[in-house]
């Protein structure tokens, strides 16, 4: 379910080309999952 609202966020953000600053801090959720494993 995140991930849907986060690829919805990550896509506007695109558009605004702030995905390199913002954008970071949602997929940085993502990863953290990997390093928790």
């Known amino acids: 379910m995140r991930a849907e609202n986060l690829r919805d966020i990550l ?3 695109k558009l605004a080309g702030i995905v390199d600053q913002k954008g970071r801090d949602f997929p ?6 990997e390093d928790s494993d």
Request: net charge negative.
């Open 28 to 33: 940085e959720e993502e990863e953290e999952y």
């Open 11 to 13: 896509g506007d953000k």
